[in-house]
């Protein structure tokens, strides 16, 4: 990694420009989206109101609509099994909604490891702390590899007998195992051992999360890539820096759309850019139409 | 040979080097994961799965997702999920007889919950569930093999005189008394646990055993004599000619029953009925 250089002045530009408000937007909406859906989980067990029943492997929705992860749903399909309609229903219903919205809006949006994996971050720029052991990005994919191999091979769901993601998930609604010691081993290894480890370099869930939303309709642009002063702000807090390149320093005939799957629509670089190059759209944006207009229209799609 | 290098036999070096990388990584996270697997397949005796999951330890885990849903559903909280600590394969559902066992409830909420089919669900009627077997494990510390009247496990038993029966034996030990002892019968008994639960034991001498380990099993080869013959009407073989005591006239030998029988259709002796009509006899003529 080459930004060594990164000091805890990450973000005070847009402070500055925008507000503290306005330059935290998209991290309270998560926020806010990912402690609302474990609040919804914990409704039921613990005040008795069953919106949702289950956990983020399967669930029942309002007693009624079945959603299932899909990608428990294609290691199950892969043992050889065979499964009952519901909880392919479930996973189809999964599945439509991360292929519209972006596969790995699961990360950054849903997922509660984020919120650690954001605060092992958050705390290696304040600390200053550099990244001791270098990771590829493609270990996910062998990972991921692996688990659906093993899975044909052994006939056996292999990787939901480790898998810390499902295992917190479903010990915070089910009640807390050790599963936490796992989330704390996380945390340090993000934070002091190698930046962005779990989620970008290991998780297999999120390789395969952004196969889902290779396509998406939703996407973050950088439209007003003319305006960028080269900051780096949003190279620093991006968890895959790598996907906004092609988009704000590609040519003018390159699309300025962040089409990399990788992408969690996480909104750090929108909130973390002082000159607003960055907005929330669809993926279809005309880098003509878009480069000098501002591009309030686009912006205002929610989740 | 420097690193930055761009020459063809530069790149197919490093090529070749990261290929090994993954193809080495690769393997070893499979093998362990693989031999890890493969312990997790264990399911301790004592935890029994919930009604309609598969016997096949290893089919039933590929088919749950560990979503809970059964858990949620069961009304007596008998089903927990595995967490890493517990040596049940993590996240799956089971409970232990002994600490809560099932309730058998009729609509099987458990089974409807489920998503995948892990608890199979063509199993409508819970009497049909097989969660295990109870076995009588220690005649030893089963104080109605001692001669005294408990009961309690026939008593709790949901299936009551079809799964858990009291069967009547000799008491050797006083010579004049019964022991009253409990039978399973592993054609009705679903394998709930109510009996481990009740049993007044320190440590339970009726316990809920995996269906593997409860039951033996004939070999297919082998063949009882006297079934072939019932399903063939008759004997397969040169007929056995039938065996005849010698018995005085008027008396029979029931082989499957009483044993010696006095046919009452017996023609009148010359002596008379009573022992005073003998005694008088020759007097009044």
Known sequence: MKLTDTTNTTGMDAEREKGWWLAHKWLLLRRIVQFSIIALFLLGPLAGIWIIKGNMSSSLLLESVPLSDPFVFLQTVLTGVSVQQTVLMGAIIIFVFYFLVGGRVYCGWVCPINIVTDAADWLRRKLNLKSKVALSRNNRSIILLAILCLSVFTGMLVWELINPVTMFQRELVFGMGISWLLLLSIFFLDAFISRRAWCGHLCPMGKFYSYIGKYSLIRVNAAQRDRCNDCMDCYTVCPEPQVIKPALKGSADQSPVILSGECTNCGQCIDVCAKDVFSLGHRFINPELHNSKSDTSQREVSL | ?285
Request: charged residues 25%; aromatic residues 6%.
């Open chain 2, 1 to 285: 040979m420097s690193i930055a290098g761009g020459t063809t036999l530069q790149q197919r070096r490093r090529f070749l080097e990261n290929i090994s990388r993954a193809a080495g990584g690769l393997a070893l996270f499979s093998m362990g994961l693989g031999v890890y697997s493969r312990q997790a397949q264990s399911l301790p005796a004592e935890a029994l799965r919930p009604p309609g999951a598969s016997i096949n330890e290893t089919e039933f885990q590929s088919a749950c997702v560990r979503c809970g849903l059964c858990v949620r559903d069961c009304p007596y909280d008998t089903l927990k999920l595995a967490t890493l600590v517990d040596s049940v394969a993590l996240g799956t559902p089971y409970f232990e007889a002994r600490k809560v066992p099932c309730e058998m409830c009729e609509d099987i909420p458990c089974v409807k919950a489920c998503p995948t089919g892990a608890l199979d669900h063509t199993l409508t009627n819970i009497d049909d569930a097989r969660m295990g077997l109870a076995v009588l494990v220690d005649q030893e510390t089963c104080i109605a093999f001692q001669g005294l009247r408990c009961e309690v496990c026939f008593n709790v038993c949901p299936l009551q005189h079809k799964a858990i029966s009291l069967d009547r034996s000799h008491n050797a030990r006083t010579g004049k008394h019964a022991l009253i002892i409990p039978v399973v019968h592993s054609d009705a008994c679903t394998g709930c646990g109510k009996c481990e639960r009740a049993c007044i034991l320190e440590e339970a001498a009726i316990k809920i055993m995996p269906l593997k380990l409860a039951k033996g099993q004939l070999g297919q080869h082998y063949r009882l004599g006297w079934k072939e013959k019932e399903k063939a009407g008759g004997s397969l073989v040169t007929p056995d000619i039938e065996h005849k005591y010698n018995l005085p006239e008027g008396e029979t030998y029931d082989y499957a029953g009483e044993g010696l029988k006095q046919n009452k259709a017996m023609p009148d002796t010359p002596f008379g009925k009573s022992a005073l009509e003998r005694l008088n006899q020759g007097l009044q003529k």
